[in-house]
Protein backbone atom coordinates (compact mmCIF):
# COMPACT_ATOMS: atom_id res chain seq x y z
CA UNK A 1 0.00 0.00 0.00
CA UNK A 2 3.07 2.35 1.36
CA UNK A 3 4.77 1.39 -2.48
CA UNK A 4 1.51 2.42 -3.96
CA UNK A 5 1.17 5.66 -2.26
CA UNK A 6 4.57 6.67 -2.81
CA UNK A 7 4.15 6.02 -6.59
CA UNK A 8 1.71 8.70 -6.59
CA UNK A 9 2.13 11.71 -8.02
CA UNK A 10 2.22 14.86 -5.83
CA UNK A 11 -0.81 16.07 -6.96
CA UNK A 12 -2.65 13.33 -6.90
CA UNK A 13 -1.68 12.61 -3.14
CA UNK A 14 -2.71 15.95 -2.40
CA UNK A 15 -6.20 15.76 -3.95
CA UNK A 16 -6.75 12.23 -2.59
CA UNK A 17 -5.76 13.74 1.26
CA UNK A 18 -8.34 16.80 0.78
CA UNK A 19 -11.23 14.21 -0.02
CA UNK A 20 -10.16 12.01 2.88
CA UNK A 21 -10.02 15.20 5.26
CA UNK A 22 -13.89 16.03 3.79
CA UNK A 23 -15.50 12.81 4.33
CA UNK A 24 -13.25 12.64 7.45
CA UNK A 25 -14.95 15.96 8.73
CA UNK A 26 -17.57 15.76 6.69
CA UNK A 27 -19.11 12.41 6.39
CA UNK A 28 -17.44 10.37 9.44
CA UNK A 29 -18.79 12.64 12.41
CA UNK A 30 -22.41 11.55 10.99
CA UNK A 31 -21.61 8.35 10.88
CA UNK A 32 -19.46 7.34 14.07
CA UNK A 33 -20.54 8.24 17.86
CA UNK A 34 -16.45 8.76 18.39
CA UNK A 35 -15.33 11.89 18.33
CA UNK A 36 -12.36 11.83 19.22
CA UNK A 37 -11.36 9.10 16.63
CA UNK A 38 -12.62 11.71 14.27
CA UNK A 39 -10.41 14.48 15.60
CA UNK A 40 -7.13 12.45 15.57
CA UNK A 41 -8.04 11.37 11.86
CA UNK A 42 -8.26 14.76 11.28
CA UNK A 43 -4.79 15.36 12.50
CA UNK A 44 -3.46 12.88 10.92
CA UNK A 45 -4.60 13.92 7.52
CA UNK A 46 -3.91 17.74 8.38
CA UNK A 47 -0.17 16.20 8.67
CA UNK A 48 0.25 14.29 5.96
CA UNK A 49 -1.61 16.87 3.65
CA UNK A 50 1.31 19.74 5.03
CA UNK A 51 4.20 17.22 4.77
CA UNK A 52 2.58 16.06 0.88
CA UNK A 53 2.52 19.92 0.43
CA UNK A 54 6.08 20.73 1.88
CA UNK A 55 7.37 17.94 -0.50
CA UNK A 56 5.48 19.81 -3.29
CA UNK A 57 7.54 22.70 -2.37
CA UNK A 58 10.57 20.86 -2.19
CA UNK A 59 10.55 19.58 -6.04
CA UNK A 60 9.02 23.08 -6.97
CA UNK A 61 12.39 24.51 -5.97
CA UNK A 62 14.39 21.76 -7.12
CA UNK A 63 12.83 21.77 -10.39
CA UNK A 64 13.45 25.67 -10.48
CA UNK A 65 16.93 25.46 -9.52
CA UNK A 66 17.42 22.30 -11.95
CA UNK A 67 16.05 24.81 -14.48
CA UNK A 68 18.33 27.35 -13.20
CA UNK A 69 21.37 25.84 -13.55
CA UNK A 70 20.52 24.41 -16.88
CA UNK A 71 20.17 27.69 -17.69
CA UNK A 72 23.28 28.59 -16.74
CA UNK A 73 25.02 25.55 -18.17
CA UNK A 74 23.40 26.56 -21.86
CA UNK A 75 24.27 29.98 -21.01
CA UNK A 76 27.75 29.52 -21.05
CA UNK A 77 28.29 26.57 -23.05
CA UNK A 78 26.70 29.59 -25.48
CA UNK A 79 28.91 32.00 -24.02
CA UNK A 80 32.16 29.58 -24.97
CA UNK A 81 30.41 29.08 -28.33
CA UNK A 82 30.83 32.46 -29.10
CA UNK A 83 34.15 33.22 -27.44
CA UNK A 84 35.67 30.25 -29.92
CA UNK A 85 33.31 31.60 -32.43
CA UNK A 86 34.99 35.43 -31.65
CA UNK A 87 38.52 34.08 -31.31
CA UNK A 88 37.87 31.81 -34.64
CA UNK A 89 37.10 35.09 -36.34
CA UNK A 90 39.68 37.12 -34.88
CA UNK A 91 42.37 34.86 -36.65
CA UNK A 92 40.63 34.59 -39.59
CA UNK A 93 40.36 38.67 -39.69
CA UNK A 94 44.26 38.76 -38.51
CA UNK A 95 45.57 36.32 -41.01
CA UNK A 96 43.60 38.70 -43.72
CA UNK A 97 45.24 41.14 -42.97
CA UNK A 98 48.75 39.29 -42.50
CA UNK A 99 48.34 38.08 -45.61
CA UNK A 100 46.94 42.21 -46.93
CA UNK A 101 50.16 43.55 -45.56
CA UNK A 102 52.45 40.11 -46.97
CA UNK A 103 51.13 41.46 -50.46
CA UNK A 104 51.37 45.29 -49.74
CA UNK A 105 54.86 44.49 -48.79
CA UNK A 106 55.73 42.57 -52.09
CA UNK A 107 54.06 45.12 -54.27
CA UNK A 108 56.32 48.00 -52.06
CA UNK A 109 59.21 46.20 -53.38
CA UNK A 110 58.33 45.10 -56.84
CA UNK A 111 57.60 48.88 -56.80
CA UNK A 112 61.26 49.86 -55.56
CA UNK A 113 63.27 47.39 -57.66
CA UNK A 114 60.96 48.53 -60.64
CA UNK A 115 61.98 52.14 -59.62
CA UNK A 116 65.40 51.30 -59.27
CA UNK A 117 65.55 49.59 -62.93
CA UNK A 118 64.30 52.70 -64.30
CA UNK A 119 66.89 54.76 -62.58
CA UNK A 120 69.86 52.62 -63.52
CA UNK A 121 68.76 52.20 -67.25
CA UNK A 122 68.00 56.51 -67.22
CA UNK A 123 71.83 56.59 -65.47
CA UNK A 124 73.47 54.28 -68.40
CA UNK A 125 71.86 56.14 -71.01
CA UNK A 126 72.80 59.33 -69.99
CA UNK A 127 76.31 58.35 -69.76
CA UNK A 128 76.22 56.36 -72.71
CA UNK A 129 74.52 59.85 -74.14
CA UNK A 130 77.26 61.70 -72.86
CA UNK A 131 79.97 59.34 -74.44
CA UNK A 132 78.60 59.61 -77.16
CA UNK A 133 78.46 63.31 -77.40
CA UNK A 134 82.48 63.34 -76.01
CA UNK A 135 83.04 61.03 -78.90
CA UNK A 136 81.36 63.73 -81.16
CA UNK A 137 83.00 66.57 -79.20
CA UNK A 138 86.53 64.14 -80.05
CA UNK A 139 86.04 63.61 -83.40
CA UNK A 140 84.78 67.20 -84.27
CA UNK A 141 88.09 68.36 -82.44
CA UNK A 142 90.12 65.85 -84.36
CA UNK A 143 88.76 67.25 -87.48
CA UNK A 144 89.12 70.93 -86.60
CA UNK A 145 92.41 70.14 -85.98
CA UNK A 146 93.66 68.23 -88.87
CA UNK A 147 91.61 70.63 -90.48
CA UNK A 148 94.04 73.63 -89.48
CA UNK A 149 97.04 71.10 -89.98
CA UNK A 150 95.72 70.57 -93.43
CA UNK A 151 95.51 74.50 -94.37
CA UNK A 152 99.00 75.12 -92.38
CA UNK A 153 100.39 72.68 -94.33
CA UNK A 154 98.82 74.43 -97.76
CA UNK A 155 99.78 78.03 -96.80
CA UNK A 156 103.23 76.54 -95.84
CA UNK A 157 103.18 74.84 -99.32
CA UNK A 158 102.15 78.47 -100.92
CA UNK A 159 104.97 79.98 -98.95
CA UNK A 160 106.82 77.93 -100.13
CA UNK A 161 105.83 77.61 -103.64
CA UNK A 162 106.17 81.41 -103.73
CA UNK A 163 110.17 81.58 -102.00
CA UNK A 164 111.39 78.39 -104.07
CA UNK A 165 111.72 80.67 -107.59
CA UNK A 166 113.58 83.42 -105.75
CA UNK A 167 115.96 80.97 -104.16
CA UNK A 168 117.04 79.12 -107.01
CA UNK A 169 117.46 82.00 -108.99
CA UNK A 170 120.29 83.97 -106.31
CA UNK A 171 121.83 82.07 -103.23
CA UNK A 172 122.72 85.26 -101.35
CA UNK A 173 120.90 87.60 -99.73
CA UNK A 174 121.80 91.47 -99.74
CA UNK A 175 124.18 92.82 -97.39
CA UNK A 176 120.99 94.50 -96.10
CA UNK A 177 119.91 91.07 -94.77
CA UNK A 178 121.90 91.37 -91.77
CA UNK A 179 124.73 89.08 -93.21
CA UNK A 180 122.48 86.06 -93.59
CA UNK A 181 122.69 84.41 -96.79
CA UNK A 182 120.99 81.40 -97.89
CA UNK A 183 121.93 78.43 -99.78
CA UNK A 184 120.32 76.73 -102.82
CA UNK A 185 118.65 73.82 -100.56
CA UNK A 186 116.69 77.13 -98.62
CA UNK A 187 118.62 76.86 -95.26
CA UNK A 188 119.93 80.16 -93.71
CA UNK A 189 123.92 80.90 -92.68
CA UNK A 190 125.51 82.88 -90.66
CA UNK A 191 128.47 85.35 -91.66
CA UNK A 192 130.71 82.74 -90.66
CA UNK A 193 129.12 80.20 -92.23
CA UNK A 194 127.20 78.33 -89.46
CA UNK A 195 123.58 77.47 -90.06
CA UNK A 196 121.34 80.40 -89.07
CA UNK A 197 117.88 79.42 -86.37
CA UNK A 198 115.00 79.78 -87.16
CA UNK A 199 114.35 82.96 -84.43
CA UNK A 200 117.63 84.23 -85.49
CA UNK A 201 115.96 84.80 -89.24
CA UNK A 202 112.58 85.68 -87.67
CA UNK A 203 114.59 88.51 -85.52
CA UNK A 204 116.54 89.66 -89.13
CA UNK A 205 112.72 89.74 -90.30
CA UNK A 206 113.93 87.81 -93.56
CA UNK A 207 111.33 84.41 -94.12
CA UNK A 208 112.21 81.39 -93.38
Not at 135 to 161: D, N, P, S, V
Amino acid sequence: MKKKWSSLSKWKRISILVALLFATVVIVPSCSSSESTASKRILELKSELKKVSQEKDEAVKSAQAAEKRATEAENKLKEAEDAKKAEEAKKVEEAKKAEEAKKAEEAKKAEEAKKAEEAKKAEEAKKAEEAKKAEEAKKAEEARQAEEARQAQEAAAAQAAQVQPQTQSQTQVPASAGGYTKDAKGRWHRSNGQYASKAEIAAAGLAW
